[in-house]
Every structure is written in C-alpha cells, then in structure tokens.
C-alpha cells in the first residue's frame, strides 16, 4: 500500500542553523503534499500545502520565509527550517493524497523530531 | 468556531469493555469527509475509519464503527471490545471537499487508557 516516508527521523540542531526534513511518497505520485506541526500533547496543526511544480500555500500565521518548502517532484517535497530556535522544537509530520486514489486516502509520513539548542 | 471539536481530554475504559470518542464538527460545505486517527506514542499517524457526508451508512471497520449523526454534526467512534494495545491519542478530523488532496482539520484529540 502506499507508503510516505521522511527523513530524518529525529535531528538536534543549534540555534541559528537550518535544517531540512524531506517527504517522500515511496510507491505513488502526490500532487499535493501537506505540512503538519504537533507540539507536545496537541493537535496537529497544518502548515502549509505543497503543490508539485508550484509555491506552497501557507497557513496564516506561519512564517513562509522562516519555514521554506520545495516540491520539486511528483515523490518529495522538503521542509526547511531556517534559522531554527528552541521555539522551532516540535514533531514534524507530512502527509501526502494520492493521485487518483480513493477521496479519502490520504498517507502520513512517520515523523520528524527536532530538538533546537 | 472550531470546526472539530473533541470535548472529552481523557477517556479511560476497562480491557474487552466499549469506548466511545466524542466528535462534533462544523461545516457549511456540503461535501466533506470526517476521519479518525490513532496516534501512539511514537507519534505515527494510524488511519481508523472514514465518513463521507454522503454516506448513508455508518462507517465499519473491525472493531471500529462511527456513528454518523450528520443533523446534529456529530462523528463518534465507538471502539469495541478494547484492548491494551488500544491505549493512545484519537483525533477527529474533517476534510472539506472530496479530493484527497484537500487539507485536514484536527480536533484537539482525547488520550484513551485502556486499564487491565
């Protein structure tokens, strides 16, 4: 079935730097894939939409030049963080919709821990 | 207005007893989809069951049902017979449109316990 995965899956980093989380649709084309954030004991909360080929559109209130995304293929699309700071501490998850799929399919990558110090 | 609502943080319930999760949900879009998820703690997102606004039937799926009461904007999922393994964070979300390529909104979820 189909299968999304990320990379990496845990990442510590130092404040200032930028890290990139990639999403990768291992066994089917996504046109479009979805950013989520998830704080401790909460909800997802979602990002921004990343469309193959074009901008992603993001969510009010997050910062698109701080959270940068690339969808350069029909199989990944990449979360950059750029100069992270402890605040950027979060669970981040990607989903991905099937092209042609069932309405309601819509696959989740497993996950990125990072940690910003 | 929050468009899913989870209202119940906690929910704890005996081993082989039923559970029932409690979702409502707000829409003006007449076409929509309402899931379940089952994060533990590892934090993977497990598709459970799904509703489409249109579905006449409430939704099954092994020991998962969810009672689809559209005039009154409600979405529970009922767990049957639980399990240890079943312990975990359950959220509610509702997608608007019918494309699987449309966004997902979450309800703040409710942390199930199952006790032995």
């Known amino acids: 079935g189909a299968v999304v995965s990320q990379h990496p899956s845990r990442v510590i980093c130092k404040s200032g730097t930028s890290v990139k989380i990639e999403c990768r649709s291992l066994?089917?084309?996504?046109?479009?894939m979805f950013w989520y954030r998830q704080f401790p004991k909460q909800s997802l909360m979602l990002m921004a939409t990343?469309?193959?080929?074009?901008?992603?559109?993001?969510e009010q209130g997050v910062e698109k030049d701080k959270f940068l995304i690339n969808h350069a293929s029909l199989t990944l699309s990449t979360l950059t963080v750029t100069s992270a700071h402890p605040e950027d501490s979060s669970f981040y998850i990607c989903?991905?919709?099937?092209?042609?799929?069932?309405?309601?399919?819509?696959?989740f990558g497993p996950g990125t821990r990072l940690t910003v110090t | 207005a929050q468009k899913i609502t989870q209202t119940q943080p906690g929910m704890f319930v005996q081993e082989k007893e039923a559970v029932t999760l409690d979702c409502t949900y707000d829409t003006s879009d007449p076409s929509y989809g309402l899931f379940w998820y089952k994060q533990p703690s590892s934090g993977e997102m497990i598709f459970l069951i799904y509703?489409?606004?249109?579905?006449?039937q409430n939704a099954t799926e092994g020991r998962y049902s969810l009672n689809f009461q559209k005039a009154r904007k409600s979405a529970n999922l009922v767990i049957s017979a639980s399990q240890l393994g079943d312990s975990a964070m359950y959220f509610c979300?509702?997608?608007?449109?019918?494309?699987?390529?449309?966004?997902?909104?979450f309800g703040k979820g409710t942390l199930l316990t199952v006790n032995p």
């Open positions: 979300a509702m997608r608007e449109g019918v494309s699987s390529n449309y966004k997902l909104t």
């Open positions: 066994d089917f084309q996504a046109t479009t």
């Open positions: 990343s469309n193959e080929g074009s901008k992603a559109t993001y």
């Open positions: 509703q489409g606004s249109y579905d006449q």
């Open positions: 989903s991905a919709g099937l092209i042609g799929g069932s309405p309601y399919e819509q696959y």
